[in-house]
């Protein structure tokens, strides 16, 4: 149980276009789900924390513009990367929580999404 | 053994062995803490977690140690296998927050 999905797995953009990558918990409800960005070789940076039906909180230095969060229901958050760039290149992922992603309120992770921008 | 330089930290030992990576953490304030497995191309996968009002916590063939007074966490994996080859991400969280910071991760080698 508790399985989130990501799609697509990678995708390979021109500079300028906008990119959208969803998130699914397959088996459960999630109030909240959070993006996560990950570049070669280092840990995860928190984007940003959805909450179904409610705007999007961004982390410190996140243009909330560019990237682009909704979650529409309680299996669905989408991720937009609008007018990408080569630098936004990385390792997209995110993860679900059960309830409002405090203790005991695992997060589960999702497979994560390859952005690559030419 | 164990170094550190411009690429992830690596800990590298022989299958069978009992492996020990390390984490300090940064916020006093946290309060729950997790270990996380990625394997290279996949998401971060739950190992086990700790409260901040434990010291020690048991799974299965993995053991995790919190000492607060230094603000350092270890995860234990005895008779390391080949499949546990992964980079490994200590997570610290300040419930009042609700936010996962990760750690900067270490990379487990075995080897036959």
């Known amino acids: 149980g508790a399985v989130v999905s990501q799609h697509p797995s990678w995708v390979i953009c021109k500079s300028g276009t906008s990119v959208k990558i969803e998130c699914r918990s397959l088996?459960?409800?999630?109030?909240?789900m959070f993006w996560y960005r990950q570049f070669p070789k280092q840990s995860l940076m928190l984007m940003a924390t959805s909450n179904e039906g409610s705007k999007a909180t961004y982390e410190q230095g996140v243009e909330k513009d560019k990237f682009l969060i909704n979650h529409a229901s309680l299996t669905l958050s989408t991720l937009t990367v609008t007018s990408a760039h080569p630098e936004d290149s990385s390792f997209y992922i995110c993860s679900a929580a059960l309830t409002s992603g405090g203790p005991g309120d695992t997060q589960y992770f999702g497979p994560g999404t390859r952005l690559t921008v030419l | 053994g164990e170094s550190v330089g411009l690429h992830l930290p690596t800990l590298s030992v022989q299958e069978g062995d009992n492996s020990i990576i390390n984490c300090a953490y940064s916020?006093?304030?946290?309060?729950?803490f997790i270990w996380y497995k990625q394997e290279s191309g996949k998401g971060p996968q739950f190992i086990i977690d700790i409260r901040s009002n434990m010291d020690k916590r048991q799974g299965q063939r993995v053991t995790v140690l919190l000492n607060k007074t230094v603000k350092h966490l270890s995860l234990q994996i005895a008779a390391t296998q080949p499949g546990d080859s992964a980079v490994y991400f200590c997570?610290?969280?300040?419930?009042?927050?609700?936010?996962?910071?990760f750690g900067t991760g270490t990379r487990l080698l075995v080897s036959p």
């Open positions: 997570a610290e969280m300040n419930t009042g927050f609700q936010k996962l910071v």
């Open positions: 088996d459960f409800q999630a109030t909240t």
């Open positions: 916020n006093s304030a946290s309060d729950y």
